[in-house]
């Protein structure tokens, strides 16, 4: 069972804030779960204390088997619905998809979501304190894998007294996260929801990280990872960024959210400029350039400042190692390599799965999500694959879409298959 | 005519060095040609002895109608063929398709290249003298448009004497530029070959080139474009020529020539850890994590090595004042704009033209160029549009395809239309 009720069903209100909404899960708190004995990373070296910070929206059934695990992407972290406070001006990341009535309905199901192990949202990672020290771990922090991510996660399970998973969702990177956990906990894992993922980080997904990677490691903030909480390489985590949200979106949905619309009467306006531009004092190049240049390099474009206040928004919510440290287990993502073939990782898989690709993702575009559900079935494994046609994007996953909302919810609640007999084999 | 020869053939000699092969310009010699009168540019700002460096391969012939003009992208410059000197490494960007009995046969055509105004290889740009001053121009150099880049190869063009041009020939920055040269200079444009580029950038474009920029302006090295030669932002331009160069390749090309191939045997070896990883001294973190590190953030992809390869040539190469000059230009071109459609853009135009998207070019993709051929059309124009199957991305026109050779040798080579006789009007 849950330790505590972190989600409170609210009373429908007309008019309502979006925390009463009758099928949002309302205020959330965020919990701590410290490893009680010290995890060891799967490069042998083991940390104390490692602490995953979480929510769960829902209740625990008492056959205990009503879980659904979310599994988050690069950026995103343990608060995935809900709101902290009543004057938050953003809900959890994937609030359309998670609550009362939704498609992950928490009416019916214990959803749990975890900041993973090396993240910057509350669970142990390099900006962690380490206690040996008092110092941030920084690069001392061990090297990171999806399944010390899985391998954390299912503790935190096990701690929560779920006896099994009803389903592990993900996309992106939460993508690999859910393969991984129907590959290293088959009896544990019932059904697989993977979407916008790989099973294998192709040469220009780990050559767009790298350059993200050089832009922080290259900023003299970085210093080789010891910095000062809210220091350190700001200019190159704004960049890292600010590169990798193009590749998050499409060239059409670019094209139609900002096309080549300039903001010159805007930037007039110091109200939106402020709102837009990177106000950080490190980046203040952004804003002051020299009048007398005969060249204009500051604002000119809609798509520049949005991508500016990405950047901006980024620093102050994460930390460049823990950039460092997850890009890096994307990267060295490949189940191929990890165990021979990709039908020989999913052999063991008892789960049934929905693969979902995205027709305008060139992160990790349908081919790549096709592939997955391609091996599952070569290895005798119940699975569907589902292309949806949107122009969105990588993040179309994360966005509003009636059709993937219906997808989700059929794969959730239709009825066990018949060999639901030899699951727990 | 030219004012010297610049171009040798050279004698066929068995086993040769390239600049000895008999379809090769041999060995060529830069020159510069200096405005005798004050440049205006676009944005009414006079610039006194611009200079282009160019190169010409080839003769003027009596008639003085059969010059081909080069123009070139982003990243490159005037020597697009032959050699400087027998110890070359490499010949000109575009030395397979210039040369006696190539594509561009200079037996037959007399081709000049340009280096554009606002470049760093040897025309006047942001790097140049200010004569006013004795220091670099940086950013109170003009500001940089195509129309300046066209307006400047026409007063080269005027000097060398030619009287109208058999084709004006780019790709990507290029194509835009043939464009441009063929809408401004109707009376002396009789073929226009533009390849892989668009009428108008797009929202994607301008972003992947607005991350350049505040690589390149967040570094303090770049200090308001003020910084002696060979200093300046290193960091932030290999930063932006990293990332940019991810956008000229394709996934799939990417993939075929790195995959997930490690380095980890290599990176023991000095010599090729030399020659792949960055070794300029402001760059040497990425050569020098702390020995007590748990994550191992070194070369660990080829993809990476090759990438901080491209990173580490380009600074020794390019300025970064020009670097934003010129993808600000980009940023700001748009046909349809300027002229107030696409079709009243192309009105006066009387060269006849071919148009060549490549399907894996997703910087400058096919649609992009489908368009440019269909406004040509329903401007009521001779042209036509050949999509090239190729999976090396947007650099795919400046890569060995005998199938391009042959569209283009066929395009330059077809006997002129039978309105000839109305060319002049």
């Excluded at 779920?162 to 290293?184: K, Y």
């Excluded at 990280?209 to 080789?224: F, K, S, Y």
């Excluded at 992160?363 to 494994?381: H, M």
């Amino acid at each position: 069972m849950t330790d505590e009720p972190t989600a409170h069903s609210s009373t429908p209100f007309p008019s309502t804030p979006g925390h009463l909404a009758p099928d949002d899960v309302g205020l959330v708190t965020s919990l701590d779960f410290v490893l009680p004995r010290p995890f060891t990373f799967k490069n042998s070296q083991p940390l104390d204390g490692l602490t995953l910070r979480y929510e769960t929206y829902g209740t625990l059934n008492a056959t205990r088997d009503n879980a659904v695990l979310i599994c988050h992407a690069l950026s995103g972290n343990h608060h995935a619905a809900g709101w902290h406070s009543p004057t938050d001006k953003k809900p959890g990341w994937w609030n359309n998809l998670i609550g009362p009535g939704k498609a992950v309905d928490t009416r019916r199901f214990f959803v749990i979501c975890a900041n993973v192990p090396g993240g910057c949202s509350g669970s142990t990672g390099p900006s962690s304190t380490n206690p040996a020290t008092g110092e941030p771990y920084g690069l001392r922090f061990p090297a990171l894998t999806i399944l010390d991510m899985v391998r954390a996660q299912k503790l935190l399970l096990d701690h929560l007294g779920v006896a099994e998973l009803h389903t592990v969702i993900g996309g992106s990177m939460g993508g690999m996260t859910a393969l991984l956990f129907a590959i290293e906990f088959p009896n544990f894992t019932r059904r697989l929801l993977a979407m916008a993922t790989t099973a294998r980080e192709g040469a220009q997904a780990i050559a767009f990280n790298e350059v993200g990677r050089q832009a922080i490691m290259q900023d003299p903030g970085w210093n080789n990872g010891d910095y000062p909480p809210n220091g350190g390489p700001r200019v190159g985590l704004a960049i890292a960024r600010m590169m990798a949200h193009i590749t998050y979106l499409s060239d059409a949905s670019m094209d139609r959210k900002f096309g080549r619309r300039t903001i010159q009467s805007r930037e007039k306006s110091p109200q939106l400029s402020a709102e837009l531009a990177l106000s950080d004092p490190q980046l203040s190049t952004l804003n002051s350039q020299p009048a007398a240049a005969a060249a204009d390099f500051n604002l000119q474009f809609e798509v520049e400042s949005y991508l500016r206040h990405q950047g901006q928004t980024f620093i102050n919510r994460f930390d460049a190692n823990s950039y460092l440290y997850i890009t890096r287990a994307l990267d060295q993502f490949d189940l191929d390599h990890a165990y021979g073939s990709l039908e020989q990782a999913f052999a063991p898989v008892l789960a049934e799965s929905l693969i979902v690709g995205f027709t305008s993702d060139w992160l990790f575009p349908p081919e790549q999500n096709r592939q997955i559900a391609q091996a599952l079935l070569r290895a005798g494994k119940r699975t569907s694959y589902a292309e949806l046609s949107t122009d969105l994007g990588h993040d179309s996953f994360l966005l509003e879409s009636e059709e993937l909302y219906a997808l989700i919810r059929g794969f959730l609640e239709r009825t066990p298959p018949a060999t639901t007999a030899d699951f727990a084999i």
